[in-house]
């Protein structure tokens, strides 16, 4: 009853008049020196945000080396001011998804109106750069079975959630361990808290996923940062799941982000997923998860691999059972990098079907691309990968790219490729493809006739493809 009164006590204060909340530090994570951050509202006085160092993975050798990345949260209504003083002097500040700066002297300004995730780079430094949360108050009420964890260091464990269980990490709380929903029903884990893992990774019967939700429905997570040893979420045989405004940073091999395994009904909606192997991946069959996967949406995020892919669909299946996977929508997102020494792994937008999957009806809207390090812009393939598959997918059919835009020099080329004549790939449009501005279309101005469109995307395209269209919007 207490932790419900304390949980009271405090939305209280976020939601009656405050506009601006900025949560208490905490030493269980190592506080960084290499930006000052403070914040106002029109008028008031100037309040210092807590900078923390965390780690994530520069991928550019084989092995995992990694980086300390600065990060800094807080929550505002109305409008907020922010400034920000780097260390070091610098010549040239990039912020995205994209924002136009003031300075005055070496100090970084902007006004937020509305909830931002930000990532502020000095001199074109993207691994000591600082990412920005500014997010909206919570505002969820709690109930009498709340499990509450106030700003401060809890050494959690394993902890089982169970049906109807709210959990609620404050901001500036700092929850070591991990959740699991198994079998559950209408569960919520909500915040502004930080939800930590040192590091201790296990094969599949121990795995240390910061949070599993398996053969479960009606689950909620929003809000809370996550530093992961492995997955920050593994999703399997799951339904009517959201994933609302998480934050992510990895650093470690096979530290994916969102993993959805055969389940439906799902929305990830505006987080911040920077990854050391695939930020979002979609997949049949593994493991001891069976059945298709359906109406999946993606939206209004930031995604950065630092290895392998942002977005990654397929790959994984039952050829005794083949599995479907349709339905899915990635709307308004910003990839802000893709980093892959690996051909077989490389794909900002990547469809690759194996073990007897089908992919179909999926939907790329309003994809906005940065000059990523190393990869390809799509990777559409029927394939079959003696690593992971023992039999290729069945085919790919009816994907729409809607306002994709990439602005960059560093792309290799792109794939898109069947398997056979039986093992095809069928009608794929690119409407309002922009490649540095340019729209690329089958009736662009100046393409000879003997070309293919694709020519001027930086495309190959194989012989197993049929119906891939590129109109001007």
Known sequence: MQRYRLFALLLCALTHGRAQQIYPATDALPRSTDFSVRVRTSGGPWKDLPVYGVKVADGNTGLFHPEVTNMAYFDFTDSVEVAVTPRRAFSNVRIRPALAPRFEGRTIRFTLSGPRNLSIELDGDIFHNLQLFAGAPETAAPDSNTLYYAPGVHIAGTVHLTSGQHVYLAGGAVVEGQFLIDHQHDVRISGRGIL????????????????????????????????PATYTVLMGNSRHVTIRGIKSFSAGGNNDGIDIFCSEDVLVDSVFMRNSDDCIAIYGHRWDFYGNVRDITVSHSCLWADVAHPILVGTHGDPAHPDTLEGLHFLDLDILDHHENQIDYQGCMSLNAGDSNLIR???FEDIRVSDFRKGQLVNLRIMFNHKYNTAPGRGISDVLFKNVSYTGSHANLSIIAGYDDNHLIRNVTFQNLRINGKVISDNMPGKPAWYKTSDFAGFFVGEHVDGLKFEAQ
């Open 196 to 227: 930590f893992q040192p590091g201790t990774p296990g094969g599949r019967d121990g795995r240390h996923d910061a949070l599993l939700v398996q053969y479960s429905q009606n689950v909620d997570i929003s809000g809370i940062i996550v530093l």
């Open 361 to 363: 009806h999926v939907r």
